[in-house]
């Protein structure tokens, strides 16, 4: 009988098979719940740290607080389900950065995960730790500031590197008009390069392909393209374990692909959701006045946004549609059911091991 040729995900001494790692999903998509289940399934289960507390009615002066709270205990919660690989996604561009990776280093996590922006001091902020950083880039170009920057001033490299192509869900790292012109370079293109670059720098960093990754047929491209492992987010929504509201899934489940869209989102960067009766009122112009105590993202200027996308996302997160959208990744329409967490990566083991013995 011939044995599995699926490739274990190496990121120093953790050991990451199937070689997936579960994207972060904010605001309380991506929590202990789906992190601990994905992690039992021996990929790495990942918690995003954006907006966590339940800071929607709080003072302006306890939103540190709430986030760092609810931060500790889903990263405990999480490890008292799962004896398994658990990481957290924290966005450079948030007003508390600092702040939730100082926890990440007291609560001693697996990795972090950081994106949207990019973390040049992160290694200093860990120092003493021996948690892997992984930063998130959308070109080799971006990989190369960071590679330089790290080892320049504090001779180190990052642990691995995830590769965000323009198929992703959320604020992606490419133009408006680049997503919506088709003219954004492919994920193909994009994983290719970079595997080039790191080898010419003769370094032993991973590569781990993101963005519009649906199948096992998926992940076996990528690794012949010399990708180590994936990133993997909108799969994971229609689980029974994904901590988010029912009626977010649900958006997925009655999606069709004409209803995946690409709006201008509040914080200058385009965003890909699924369409509704608020995006569109958005896409028009429409402002929802707001009052912002928390200027949660630094990329943020409350007098100008038309709405608050902190508010919406939180809304969002409980099921609260009629003034919220849900991000999404380009896939989203293919999702037809919700099924366990165990059940969707032994799916995508099959499928890999398949592809991976033609």
């Not at 986030?67 to 996604?89: M, P, Q, T």
């Not at 001779?155 to 992606?172: C, Q």
């Not at 958005?282 to 929802?288: P, V």
């Amino acid at each position: 009988m011939e044995t599995s040729k699926i490739p274990t995900l190496k990121i120093g001494n953790l050991e990451i098979s199937p070689p997936i790692i579960q994207g972060g999903m904010g605001v309380r998509v991506s929590a202990s719940g789906l992190a601990s289940a994905v992690a039992n399934e021996g990929c790495a289960g990942i918690i995003a740290s954006v907006g966590l507390g339940m800071y929607e009615d709080a003072k302006a002066s306890q939103f540190v607080e709430l986030n760092n709270d609810a931060l500790i205990r889903e990263i405990r919660k999480a490890r008292s389900l799962s004896d398994g690989i658990i990481g957290v996604n924290v966005m450079v561009v948030l007003s508390n950065y600092e702040e939730l990776v100082r926890i990440c280093v007291e609560e001693k996590v697996d990795m972090i995960i950081c994106g949207s922006g990019l973390p040049m001091d992160l290694p200093k902020m860990t120092a003493g730790s021996d948690i892997k950083l992984i930063p998130i880039v959308s070109s080799a170009r971006a990989f190369n500031i960071i590679y330089k920057k790290w080892k320049q001033n504090y001779n180190k490299v990052p642990d691995a590197v995830i590769l965000e192509g323009p198929m992703a869900g959320g604020h992606l790292g490419f133009s408006y008009d680049e997503i919506n012109n088709g003219t954004a370079r492919t994920l193909e293109e994009l994983v290719s390069e970079l595997v080039e670059y790191i080898r010419n720098v003769e370094e032993t960093i991973p590569v781990i392909a993101a963005g519009g990754i649906w199948d096992g047929n998926d992940i076996a491209k990528f690794l012949k393209l010399g990708a180590s492992g994936v990133q993997m987010a909108t799969r994971f929504v229609c689980t029974t374990e994904c901590d988010v509201d029912d009626d977010f899934k649900k958006a997925y489940l009655t999606a069709t692909k004409e209803d995946i869209a690409i709006i201008k989102s509040p914080v200058g960067l385009p965003g890909r959701v699924i369409r509704n009766e608020f995006t569109i009122r958005a896409m028009n112009g429409e402002t929802i006045p707001f009052k912002c105590p928390h200027h949660c993202l630094r990329s943020c200027n409350p007098r100008t946004a038309p709405y608050c996308i902190a508010k919406v996302l939180a809304d969002a997160s409980k099921g609260q549609l009629l003034e919220a959208f849900v991000f999404a990744g380009e896939n989203a329409w293919r999702c037809t059911e919700i099924v366990s967490v165990k059940e969707l990566v032994s799916q995508l083991t099959r499928e890999l091991d398949l592809a991976l013995t033609k």
